[in-house]
């Protein structure tokens, strides 16, 4: 697909526009997307530095002055492991070594819900071919949920839940 302006550069940049129900796409290259990102109400970053995004989302400002950061410099938290603090993870945008998530976990895992929506990796797989590993999730979800039924004592809830596995089973087993 070419660029909509000026019909020779590959378009890179796509924007959908929904306005009074009313659909409408523009799909621009890189270059007429920066000379009209005003008109087309853009806040427009070629490169977008993922370190910049984690430390805004840690809090990080490195336009602070430093001394206040070489005040406290006893009262860091580093790491045991690799002796990383854990606000040069903000500034890079990555941790030092395995050892970080632990020793900074409580510091991470609300960063993780905030940026992923979880703080656990459940990974993604193709529609395709992950077939049975998606029907595996959902009877795990589905054994949790009954569990917390069966606890509730809510038994007709727990039974429907019950034989949504056994058919979900049957028809892995096939």
Known sequence: MFCEEC????ATVHLTKIVNGV???????????????????LAFEVNFPINKFLAG???????????AVNLNFAAVEKCSNC????NH?????RLGC??????????ILPLLRRVQGSNRHTGKVPHRTGGAI???????????ALQQHVAKEEFEQAA???DRIRDLEKGAGE
């Open 134 to 144: 998606r029907v595996q999730r959902e009877i795990q979800s589905l054994r949790a």
């Open 160 to 162: 429907k839940i019950r």
């Open 98 to 107: 395995d050892n970080c998530y632990l020793q900074f976990q409580n510091k």
């Open 7 to 10: 019909k020779k550069r590959p």
């Open 57 to 67: 989302l840690l809090g990080y400002n490195p336009n602070k002055e430093e001394k």
């Open 83 to 86: 002796g990383m603090a854990f």
């Open 23 to 41: 659909k409408s796409e523009v799909n621009l290259c890189e270059e007429c997307a920066h000379s009209h990102h005003k008109e087309l109400g």
């Open 89 to 93: 993870i903000g500034q890079i945008g």
